[in-house]
């Protein structure tokens, strides 16, 4: 959300969207839209996260877990900057910027073949790693104090510190997701 904020997009819209948090037609119906009519209870037409996010920014979260199919739609949209909803046969002409995420290794997905190198390479243009936090445990003082302070101020609390125990305890666990 920074980026778009930054960018001459900030002004438009940001639209997030949890790909894993859908199943492959769901995903689709959420992305392109459709139109009334077009499957059982599209009761009446629907934009899309794309149309959504003209002139703004498009945030596809959990990349990584897009089916190889809908990876090949998406590819044609990134390709033709033209998106038609599900069940039409007009092309509509959008303008967005594309930021992705994942937690995966899509160079490792590729080789499996759950993910397509074409798609990968058009979505990879410039590629922000950010280790986590098992990696970088030296941020985790900032991060322990900002917690403190959110905690306080969320509950009308005053924090004076943390124990030993527990601060152990955080620089020891092995975060094997992220915060």
Do not use: W
């Amino acid at each position: 959300k920074y980026i778009h904020l930054c960018s001459k997009r900030g002004n438009n819209s940001f639209v997030p969207v949890n790909c894993s948090s859908y199943t492959e037609t769901l995903l689709e119906s959420e992305l392109f839209g459709y139109e009334q009519g077009s499957f059982t209870g599209a009761v009446k037409a629907r934009q899309g996260r794309f149309e959504t996010a003209n002139n703004g920014s498009l945030f596809l979260d959990e990349v990584g877990d897009i089916d190889l199919r809908t990876q090949v739609k998406l590819l044609r949209v990134l390709e033709t900057k033209k998106v038609s909803r599900l069940g039409s046969n007009i092309e509509r002409l959008i303008d967005f910027r594309l930021i992705s995420a994942t937690n995966k290794d899509l160079i490792r997905e590729i080789m499996q073949n759950n993910f397509r190198e074409d798609f990968f390479y058009r979505i990879s243009s410039i590629t922000i790693r950010v280790p986590s936090i098992k990696e970088r445990k030296e941020d985790l003082d900032r991060l322990i104090e900002y917690f403190l302070k959110k905690s306080q101020e969320e509950n009308n609390i005053k924090i004076i510190g943390i124990d030993d125990e527990p601060k152990n305890f955080l620089y020891s666990y092995g975060y094997p997701g992220n915060i």
